[in-house]
């Protein structure tokens, strides 16, 4: 036997979830096997306890789903979903070979060698949560209720091939055929996941054709009624590319063009002021495939938010932007800004020379941000707020070649789940993919090893005219569609304050994350913030 891993000796699989196995179990080998995994949200911390919360073993199967509790410091507990699987070895040695991740323990099995692994790289569990779906079925565990649930009937005829797809994030996915993708949640919070409640109300209404169908999900109902999202089946989309990969592509195509050309200085940074203005030729030349892209972005950004507007059901009516609304916009803003500003204060000397003058000019300023961040929010807009996307970027928009497809709605993962549920200003949204762009324009540079640090310097002022016109190009599409929508403000200065709030807490946010995570990319959102606050 391995010395990687635990070991456990038994006579049936039911045996693992009684005593004194299943206390085995909870202390010693789940603990081990989640600090492994990518989708485990706090690797960080150490467990102080983890339980089996809720077990349900179907008939005559050897795998089984387990809801767990673990127990972090400060008494945080987060629930987690793991089905499990137990296997005689000769039956499973394509899965510890082909996913040695999802070893969970060695075994003896009626002194015949076995391996429990996690249930989802087994093919019968996979086909069963897919029979499970199709029949609609409810299933009374231990201590819960796992239900399925069905949309559309037309893929349930038989039960496909399927496939764990090895992308390394915070859930795991199943290829069911070639016409099904399933999130399996691995992280749990209870509430309506507004990725399965999103897509199901534009599959229901037929509203918005260039998002992912709704087919059917799963769900844990505890005793008291409080339900969690475990699962989505949807359909999947057939891409060459995601918009961010299409997009820094483009870019780079762009840079190659114009290294050896002089750039041209704007005159405003007003992106509505100057919507009507033709494109500047010399970008229009050199980039005019991916401005066609950035406006058909751009109006079906517009048909998502009219689609997301068009119901009068409770959880999708639009509502008006109040007072206590901005107010709360206005308090998350400036709770943004402090974390990251105390952050970057802390992390100055650490950062890259180029970064510190950035930083330093932000940093002296910290007084008259706090001041424009409360006027952005201190006269009213009148506009109404709807169901968004709530995590937009390039990354979220996959590129089927002369298309696009808009996916993963569940807002931004840090966010409690009933206020990724909210209704929002749409402009929210448009502003994630303006900040997206502006990320591609220098991801291009940064992405790009053969270029000097000075070659990147030179490139830099075209990457700005890029990013620029490419934004005015996308939100102009944008408001050609949306234009007399009760979400879109009336007043040019309205548009401006709104568009300019969610950009400056967009690019907060990022540098909060890449200080934490990717100091040499810290440019990038200091050059947003600088640019965002000299427009104020």
């Not at 290829?175 to 309506?192: I, Q």
């Not at 929210?428 to 090893?449: C, P, T, V």
Request: aromatic letters at 10%; proline letters at 5%.
């Amino acid at each position: 036997m391995s010395d990687r891993v635990p070991c456990l000796s038994l006579q049936s699989f039911s045996e693992l979830f009684e005593t004194p196995l299943l206390s085995h179990l909870e202390r010693h080998i789940l603990p081990k096997y989640l600090e492994r995994q990518r989708w485990f949200a706090s690797k960080a911390t150490i467990i102080k306890r983890l339980r089996v919360v809720d077990v349900f073993i179907p008939p005559d199967s050897h795998f089984a789903l387990l809801i767990l509790e673990v127990e972090l410091r400060r008494r945080h507990a987060e629930r987690y979903f793991l089905p499990v699987s137990l296997k005689l070895l000769h039956h499973s040695n394509k899965i510890a070979h082909k996913y040695p991740k999802s070893l969970i323990a060695e075994c003896s099995l009626s002194d015949k060698p076995a391996v429990l692994t996690d249930g989802i790289y087994d093919d019968a569990f996979r086909a069963f949560l897919f029979d499970c779906i199709s029949e609609t079925r409810t299933l009374k565990s231990q201590n819960g209720t796992f239900k399925f649930e069905k949309g559309s009937s037309d893929f349930f005829r038989t039960i496909p091939t399927s496939n764990v797809l090895a992308v390394e994030q915070s859930n795991s996915s199943i290829r069911y055929g070639k016409d099904l993708f399933m999130k399996v949640y691995r992280k749990l919070e209870a509430g309506f996941n507004p990725d399965a409640e999103v897509l199901a109300f534009l599959t229901e209404t037929k509203s918005f054709e260039h998002a992912p169908k709704y087919i059917g999900s799963m769900r844990h109902v505890a005793p008291n009624g409080e339900s969690t999202s475990l699962a989505l089946l949807q359909t999947f989309t057939k891409n060459k590319c995601s918009a961010w990969q299409l997009t820094v592509s483009e870019v780079q195509s762009f840079y190659g063009k114009v290294q050896h050309q002089e750039p041209i200085t704007l005159s405003g940074s007003s992106f509505f002021e100057h919507l009507d203005v033709p494109v500047l030729p010399f970008v229009k030349k050199h980039a005019g495939r991916f401005l066609m892209h950035a406006s058909r972005l751009g109006t079906r950004t517009a048909e998502l938010h009219l689609a997301l507007a068009s119901s009068s059901r409770r959880a999708f009516k639009p509502g008006r932007l109040t007072k206590a609304h901005q107010a709360e916009i206005q308090t998350e803003l400036m709770s943004e800004a402090t974390a990251t500003l105390k952050l970057l204060r802390a992390k100055f000397e650490t950062l890259p020379d180029e970064a510190k003058h950035l930083a330093e000019w932000i940093l002296i300023r910290r007084s008259k941000i706090f001041a424009r961040l409360k006027s952005l929010m201190e006269s009213s807009v009148a506009v109404h707020q709807i169901r968004i996307h709530g995590d937009y970027h390039l990354g979220q928009v996959l590129f089927t070649g002369n298309d696009f497809v808009i996916i993963d709605f569940e807002g931004e993962p840090m966010r409690p789940i009933e206020e990724r549920r909210k209704k929002r200003p749409a402009f929210q949204d448009l502003a994630g993919m303006i900040r997206s762009f502006h990320y591609a324009a220098y991801a291009a540079l940064l992405q790009d090893e053969t270029r000097s640090k000075s070659a990147v310097r030179d490139l830099a002022p075209f990457g700005e005219l890029w990013f620029h016109e490419v934004s005015r190009t996308f939100l102009k599409s944008y408001l050609e569609v949306a234009h007399d929508a009760p979400f879109v403000p009336k007043t040019l200065d309205a548009r401006e304050r709104l568009l300019q709030t969610f950009l400056l807490s967009k690019a907060m946010y990022e540098l909060l994350y890449e200080l934490n995570n990717r100091p040499d990319w810290v440019m990038i959102p200091l050059r947003g913030i600088v640019q965002i606050l000299s427009e104020l």
